[in-house]
């Protein structure tokens, strides 16, 4: 059974930081498409950040420069470094899995919130 388990959400004032993390059971991160996204009412889930299972990254232009993804081979997990926080960050941040080829497969967590105020 496969689960991502986000956590690391919370309440943060502007210019803060938080770190989100996305533990994985049933499916590897390093090979598998590791994303975050992002989702506030009324509007569509957004993508935020990439990882390939060869490591490479991609940023979303607003998380450009303030946020870093990463990942723990040995722990299976997959985090989200977010600097300089703006109240246009709040969201429900959801971790995703993909793999597209071979045994495809796409699943997501449950989400976690994050609000930046003061």
């Known amino acids: 059974q496969v689960q991502l388990v986000e956590s690391g959400g919370g309440l943060v004032q502007p210019g803060g930081s938080l770190r989100l993390s996305c533990a994985a059971s049933?499916?590897?991160?390093?090979?598998?498409?590791m994303g975050w996204y992002r989702q506030t009412p009324g509007k569509q889930r957004e993508l935020v950040a990439s990882?390939?299972?060869?490591?490479?990254?991609m940023y979303a232009d607003t998380a450009k420069g303030r946020f870093t993804i990463s990942r723990d081979n040995a722990f299976n997990t997959v985090y989200l470094q977010m600097n300089s926080l703006k109240p246009e960050d709040t969201a429900v941040y959801y971790c995703?899995?993909?793999?597209?080829?071979?045994?495809?497969?796409?699943?997501w967590g449950q989400g976690t919130p994050v609000t930046v105020s003061s």
């Open positions: 995703r899995a993909q793999r597209t080829i071979v045994a495809a497969y796409d699943y």
């Open positions: 049933g499916i590897s991160v390093s090979r598998s498409v």
């Open positions: 990882m390939t299972g060869g490591a490479a990254t």
